[in-house]
């Protein structure tokens, strides 16, 4: 049952962050939507979200596949932490009682960063990963 969860915990926060990858390549202007409402705008350049979204499929493929985890694994730390933080009035308030902007819908993102840490924390354990099986 361990092998299975980990397996699984791996493989769906890996495919988050590849989708959320992919839809920077190809619905850019969704990209540049979600930088300009939580993030200020700071990254609403077209081709550096495009970029940026190149990266993070690689991450999230990685990260399914169980590929170089001991750099995949903090940098999709890092990424579930960046949308933690534009999204934290939904998790302090998340229906929007007290803050203005917050939405239930995202107050999972809580859990993704939980299964991010929890990802590292049992690499060690997660005997079905590629670069475990290949002795890396």
């Excluded at 397996?7 to 939507?33: F, M, P, Q």
């Excluded at 399914?64 to 949308?83: D, E, F």
């Amino acid at each position: 049952m361990k092998t299975f969860s980990l397996v699984l915990l791996r493989v769906s926060v890996g495919l988050l962050i590849l989708y959320w990858g992919l839809d920077k390549i190809v619905n850019v202007e969704h990209a540049v939507s979600v930088s300009d409402g939580f993030y200020l705008g700071l990254f609403s350049i077209p081709l550096l979200l495009q970029v940026w979204g190149g990266f993070q499929t690689l991450v999230g493929l990685f990260t399914v596949l169980g590929l170089y985890r001991i750099v995949a694994y903090p940098l999709v730390i890092a990424m579930n932490t960046v949308s933690l933080l534009g999204v934290w009035r939904s998790i302090v308030d998340p229906w929007g009682w007290f803050l203005e902007g917050s939405n239930v819908l995202f107050f999972p993102s809580l859990a993704i960063f939980a299964a991010s840490l929890l990802l590292w924390a049992t690499r060690d354990e997660d005997s079905l990963a590629l670069d475990r099986r290949r002795g890396t």
